[in-house]
């Protein structure tokens, strides 16, 4: 795309054919936070924030709804809700994710097994639901369809568990952009593997994706003080990942990353070439990097807060250049930020509390913001007076967060905000063709 | 970017989506169906406009297509197995007339033939862009509302295989000619050719 806003990476470099065992490229750029880098980018100030929200019984119309918020400064509406859409009905609505094009978002609910694919292209600022994929469980035997990462023309997804036992087994899906099923793979079972599946980030440079791993639908739709308690539930968390080769959709090795890895991000400074991932039950930070023979290897490289009291590390969001991340620790509220300039020695840097509860945070390209959202999963949210429902926005200066507006998720009656995706309003002013026809005279003039 | 792309044969692409068709204009200017052209053999198609001058985008795929062109036309074998199809967006500007100027260009060689297609209208191109799965919009000038003759899209390149199956779409980042020049080996492997 063209516009001020938009960037696309940078193409690959041009390659001779004759010679080609081995393809050389160009660097990538940065990622605004978590986005496919198949996806163009927002370079500039994101203009809205969609916010994926769970619905809350007696909370506003007690549906799952996608929330616009206008985050633009120089808005007369920034800082508000400017748009809601419910979907109908609670279905555990977890993650969304940006198609190839940035016309489209899909959103996925855990326990309904529901996608939801909403027009984000035709008037950014009043999503607009197209589609809903019910076949999920049908068509793959998986259940909880949870990441979005946008392939050229279709969807790599991520869920978490099975149609069989509800555990942890799952694999991974491929659907078109029209919404209609492509492919599925199990996760691996064999060198290591526990069959066990959450997040996937992808490197179109090295031709692979990492993927991580959580718990299946018997643990993520249990009451969290319930299971905590409960030692074979427990038992039942993701100790793997894994790397995959992109074209072939097969593993290609399977990592040993004890105690749920969750989000996995890839740097994205030029000549770098490792990922990063948190693991939630044992606290730690673990690092992917090939050796010199050109093998992957992944090594624990630092532990977040104290693993005693079980912190919680969820999101994670990677800087543009790659030499800072925020980790967020779910249990005490805390956003930490993390020097990684050398990835193989991080260390915390600043942290603050943002509330009662943290999960999801983005920022933008420049980092300059930040932004952050409360809630994990229905049942495991904190309870009374600690389950605070928020999206906050802060700017960052490199030493410190400060607060620039927030919005109170029960207050306006809108229920559990949980994940989020950035979008600009200069699509709209990039006409679709089929609603251009009055323009047609326009072109002729301008030739 | 470094890694040596998986061998032809050894994996399989998966059926994205079926290729669309669609009544366009040749460059001579009769009118055809789109899958006249996407039948029969392994088609790579590109939907451009000629005067496309963004680096990342038309451009780069006609250099890429190129490449694969020259090294197709090497393997004789490959002989009307594959062909490839540009496909414009800017039907008010790229006539028939136009493209066989602009195909003229490109489009040498004997084994791989090289189609350059219009369409005679928005009307009969839109259904096309939204069947293949083409965002094309239109550049407007904010201050004055008006178009100015440049179209925003994410580049795609379409590979089909001879049953009328997209089996691979590639994006700026993903338009990697040794990869696609695997890929449409592997699609000929499928059908039984012995690629040597």
Known sequence: MKSKQIVRRPRLSLIA????????????????????????????????????TLGVKGVGDGSDKLVTVDV?????????????????????IHHVGLSDDRRYLWGGALDSNKIFIFDIGTNPAKPKLVKTINDFVEKTGFVGPHSFIAMPGRMLITPLSN?????GETGIAVYNNKGEYV??????????GDGYGYDAAINPQKNVFLTSSFTGWNNYMMDLGKMVKDGEAMKRFGNTSVMWDMKTMKPLKVFQTPGAPLE??????????????????TSK?????QDAKGE?????????????????PVDISITADSRGMWINTFMDGTARYWDMSDPMKPKEVFNKRIGSQVNMVSQSFDGKRVYFTSSLLGNWDKKDKDDEQYLKAYNWDGKDLKLAFEIDFYKEKLGRAHHMKFQARDLSTLKPLDSAQSALPLLAQSR | ????????????????????????????????????????????????????????????????????????ERIPSTRGRVGFVSLSFDPLRDTPAMLALYGAQHADGRHVPWDFLTTRSRRELLPILKDWGQDVGIEVDRATGKALGTYSHVLKVFLVDRRGAVREIYTTDYLLPAMVLNDIKTLLIEDGLALR
Not at chain 1, 18 to 31: S, Y
Not at chain 2, 10 to 15: A, G, K, T
Not at chain 2, 43 to 50: G, N, R, S, V, W
């Open chain 1, 17 to 52: 054919l004759a010679t080609a065992a081995v393809v050389a490229g160009g660097p990538a750029l940065a990622d605004e936070t978590s986005c496919s880098p198949f996806t163009p980018l927002i370079k500039g100030q994101e203009d809205l924030v969609y916010v994926w």
């Open chain 1, 72 to 92: 633009n400064p120089k808005s007369k509406s920034y800082g508000k809700v400017i748009h809601k859409l419910s979907v109908g009905g609670r279905g555990e």
């Open chain 1, 163 to 167: 149609k069989k036992d509800h555990g």
């Open chain 1, 183 to 192: 492919s599925h793979n199990a996760m691996p079972k064999e060198g290591g």
């Open chain 1, 264 to 281: 996995v991000r890839w740097s994205w400074k030029s000549g770098d070439n490792w990922a990063v991932t948190t693991t939630a039950l």
């Open chain 1, 285 to 289: 930070i673990w690092v992917y990097k």
């Open chain 1, 296 to 312: 992957w290897q992944v090594k624990d490289v630092a532990t977040i807060g104290d693993p005693a009291k079980i912190p919680l």
């Open chain 2, 1 to 72: 970017m470094d890694f040596t792309p998986p061998s032809p044969g050894s994996y399989r692409l998966e059926r994205i989506q079926a290729a669309g068709d669609g009544a366009v204009l040749d460059s001579a200017g009769k009118r055809r169906r789109l899958a006249e052209f996407t039948r029969g053999r392994v088609t790579l198609l590109a939907f451009m406009y000629a005067s496309c001058a963004d680096p990342n985008g038309c451009p780069y795929a006609l250099s890429v297509m190129h490449q694969l062109k020259n090294e197709l």
